[in-house]
């Protein structure tokens, strides 16, 4: 069964603490592997696609990494404004239009 | 328009009630999806369409759950007959074209509390 598990379920770290995130996945034939950020009460907004073990993204203060089993989402020198939940979603498979979402991880950046 | 957006924001229904709830996509965007967002969970799929054609409805919970989308633009998920474990976040999300680069432009949802 296609699985995504994402750690910590909840991190706190204060401003300028770097650090990961991580998705892992059990998936028959990935097609590719999406990071998304969902704020309290909206809906989750689009950060980044990876499709290859290898491959690296970058956005401002984050950077997605892709691996033949996981991802990490780094976070470097995180500000408040970065608090959010992250959620990562798998498409895999013959069934393109279905992504399978983790449960994301809720971060939490202090002043 | 600018973004999804969905209505209404909260509905509260009363156990074995109906309910409908809309989605007016971005301007253009082929794809429409519908899913289930459960509190402290991540969105579960419900159901796909590709202009008006609902290619994909494998994540309706029951027969109760229908969608539509007739002219390929606005879709409406309604539920017949809710129960409390009904009670969820309904996102709506949309894609420019059929070929999926990941990039979903999602709605805030329509949060349906059934008491």
Redesign the interface.
Known sequence: EDQ?TQSPEALRLQEGESSSLNCSYTVSGL??L?WYRQDP??????LF?LYSAGEEKEKERLKATLTKKESFLHITAPKPEDSATY?C?V?AGY??????????TKLNVKP | GAGVSQSPRYKVAKRGQDVALRCDPISGHVSLFWYQQALGQGPEFLTYFQNEAQLDKSGLPSDRFFAERPEGSVSTLKIQRTQQEDSAVYLCASSLSGTFTGELFFGEGSRLTVL
């Open positions: 995504v097609r590719g999406f009460g909206k809906g989750p907004e689009f696609t959620l979603a498409q069934n393109f239009n279905k992504f399978y979402f983790g449960s994301g």
